[in-house]
């Protein structure tokens, strides 16, 4: 076999598939390290769930109370966002679901993680699927084939990290897995993302002021009012009364309570979150084909719904869409311990945590017109352990992710960008230690792993 003439080598220390917010940062992560490292991406450019499937803001870098939870290289790529005015950093939500977000602009975004990546020494393949994976007799991954337009190649690495979200690469090896919730296997719905132009900002706040029982917010019309007053940029879940008359009428056929839209980096833009397709498997391409067919149409009547009944959108254009449906869950791998929701709302203290969240359990119904969140209490820290990265076999395979193990609920809770790419660096080192060491990921010392993650300016806890 012969190497793609960009390509140094076949063969690397380390190979990740999915070039999403996690898959990203472990790349980036383990070539800081001083491996050699290919991250494969099946779009033309890195972000994943923040560019291919326009999810925006970033929610959320802190707990309920407003203490900063994520750090280390997540914090860094916020930091040069905003050094390029591609980002105004974490503000207030006025919607008051969580206590910030971080709003961004998507193109300078996946410029800047390909910066981060190649500045480390990492390889990109693009537009490349995986298609398959070979083991010793051990059980151990020697190599994954590729498809692209060279065609079907096979690649070696001494660890691989499975960071496509669905578990691609672990499933396809036969690791246990759960899909959606334990009594029926029902998944969170998709949505399809709009993102939506020269929305007049200023007659939105007005409006919210003017009529506020139209507008929903989680800790109350006070709080959110203001937050209104002083965040930057615009979060709101939206004319809840309009948009049921319009639900009664036929206009809109949405299973959603009311319209949830964030304004983006760049004033007068936003991204509206509302769009819900139910009843469709993320990891079926039929379903995925039907997902897309049903969120652009789901989004044209919400776009009309906008331009016709709501101030500020009278002058609105709809933008290029999303590259591909958004999903919430798919698959999540068994591994050496599963996080529950319990772990969650109780802070269980772990032995091994590499990682810490703040955002809530955030449960869209699978069949329901309906979302059910469980907030946190003001200061919680939850822990994400090491071992909820590594599947039972192989043993140089690590997990990124919203796939880690994990139960339905807890997921729902780290499945947000900024614990996904916490959870990323962690993968990465990780995945590094095993290379030095010449070690099974299982045995991956987690003290080394841990001295790593803080030197990196990653934020976790004391261990007790």
């Not at 010793?136 to 496509?164: H, M, P, W």
């Not at 119904?365 to 209490?377: F, I, Q």
């Not at 947000?416 to 790419?421: K, L, R």
Request: proline share 5%; charged share 20%; with cysteine.
């Amino acid at each position: 076999m012969t190497t793609p003439p960009d390509l140094p080598t076949d063969t690397f220390d380390i190979i990740i598939m999915g070039g999403g917010p996690s898959g990203t940062h472990a790349g980036i992560a383990a070539a800081r390290a001083g491996h050699q490292v290919l991250v494969v991406e099946k779009h033309a450019f890195l972000g994943g769930s923040l560019t291919a499937m326009g999810v925006g803001p970033m929610m959320s870098f802190h707990n309920p109370a407003g203490e900063q939870v994520v750090m280390g290289q997540p914090e860094e790529l916020i930091q040069r966002l905003m050094k390029k005015n591609a980002s105004p950093g974490h503000i207030p939500d006025s919607v008051t679901y969580c206590s910030t977000v971080t709003p961004f602009d998507s193109e300078a975004l996946k410029i800047e993680l390909e910066t981060m990546l190649l500045e480390a020494g990492g390889h990109l393949l693009y537009h490349t699927h995986f298609a398959g994976a070979e083991t010793d007799e051990s059980g151990k991954i020697v190599d994954v084939t590729l498809c692209n337009k060279a065609g079907l190649r096979r690649y070696k690495a001494k660890v691989f990290i499975d960071a496509t979200g669905d578990g691609d690469l672990a499933a396809a090896l036969g690791a246990k897995f759960a899909q959606g919730r334990a009594s029926d296997h029902a998944t969170q719905p998709m949505t399809m993302n709009l993102k939506i132009g020269n929305v007049d900002i200023q007659a939105v706040r007005q409006n919210v002021f003017e009529d506020p029982d139209n507008f929903e917010f989680d800790l109350g019309a006070e709080e959110g009012l203001r937050r209104l007053k002083n965040t930057p940029r615009v979060s709101l879940k939206a004319y809840k009364k309009t948009w049921k008359d319009a639900q009664e009428r036929g206009e809109v056929n949405v299973p959603r309570e009311c319209v949830l839209f964030f304004e983006t980096a760049t004033p007068g833009v936003v991204i509206v979150n509302t769009s819900r397709i139910q009843g469709l498997d993320g990891t079926n391409p039929y379903h995925l084909s039907k997902a897309e067919v049903i969120g652009r149409k789901q989004n044209l009547e919400i776009f009309n719904f906008l331009k016709t009944h709501c101030k500020g959108f009278e002058n609105a254009i709809q933008m290029d869409g999303a590259a591909q449906i958004g999903i919430r869950e798919t698959r999540r791998i068994e591994g050496l311990y599963t996080l529950t929701a319990e772990d969650v709302l109780n802070e269980v203290q772990f032995p091994d945590p590499i990682a810490l969240g703040g955002y809530p359990i955030d449960i869209h119904s699978p069949d329901k017109v309906e979302t059910n969140s469980n907030h946190l209490a003001q200061g919680t820290k939850y822990q994400i352990p090491m071992r909820c990265l590594l599947p039972q076999q192989p043993n140089n395979l690590i997990v990124a992710g919203r796939c880690i193990s994990a139960t339905h609920e807890a997921m729902a809770a780290f499945r947000v960008s900024p614990i996904a790419m916490a959870i990323g660096q962690a993968a990465g080192t990780m995945a590094a230690v095993a290379v030095e060491k010449s070690t099974s990921t299982h045995l991956v010392d987690y003290q080394l792993v841990r001295q790593r993650l803080i030197a990196s300016q990653a934020k976790l806890p004391e261990l007790t």
